[in-house]
């Protein structure tokens, strides 16, 4: 190749040489067209969003009367009934509030207060064993779970 070169130099055709070596660059550089990423197909979408007609759970009209939870309303005071929306209605459409709020309003339940012992029981244990918490009357054994402490003065 060397001496191709300095034969074409010589005889002034290195600017034809220089244009076959890059033709034969640009040919060989390119990509053949199975190497590039194929367009996605085109795929038509429906519409996927669909109108809701939302409506208030347990709230409906019928006619010229509106009911709550299967319970008619009036829209006149009547006595038992409570005022909701413009509309009288009997307490039983509201149950179901009524058993939720009282469930969660439960009032707390009583637990029985921690036992108090003496000042001589909690020296006792405290000498006794290394490990005596006094808050819960219990130490920690070498083997096992912890134990409640029993003193001759408990």
């Given at each position: 190749?060397?001496?191709?070169?300095?034969?074409?130099?010589?005889?002034?055709?290195?600017?034809?040489?220089?244009a076959i070596i890059a033709a034969a660059v640009l040919m060989t550089s390119a990509a053949p067209s199975q190497a590039f990423m194929p367009?996605?197909?085109?795929?038509?979408?429906?519409n996927e969003?669909?109108?809701?007609?939302?409506?208030?759970?347990?709230?409906?009209r019928r006619g010229n009367y509106y009911y709550y939870n299967g319970y008619r309303g009036y829209n006149?005071?009547?006595?038992?009934?409570?005022?909701y929306n413009g509309w009288w209605y009997p307490m039983a459409a509201f149950g179901t509030g009524?058993?939720?709020?009282?469930?969660?309003?439960?009032?707390?339940?009583?637990?029985?207060p921690a036992p108090v012992y003496g000042s001589r029981h909690v020296?006792?244990?405290a000498n006794r064993y290394r490990s005596y918490r006094a808050y819960d009357n219990s130490y920690q054994p070498y083997g096992g779970p912890r134990q409640q402490c029993y003193s001759p003065y408990s």
């Open positions: 190749m060397e001496v191709l070169t300095k034969t074409l130099l010589k005889t002034g055709k290195s600017r034809w040489f220089s367009t996605p197909p085109r795929v038509e979408r429906q969003a669909t109108n809701v007609q939302y409506r208030r759970p347990g709230y409906e006149y005071r009547r006595p038992g009934y409570r005022y009524v058993i939720i709020g009282g469930a969660i309003a439960q009032p707390p339940r009583y637990e029985r020296q006792w244990c």
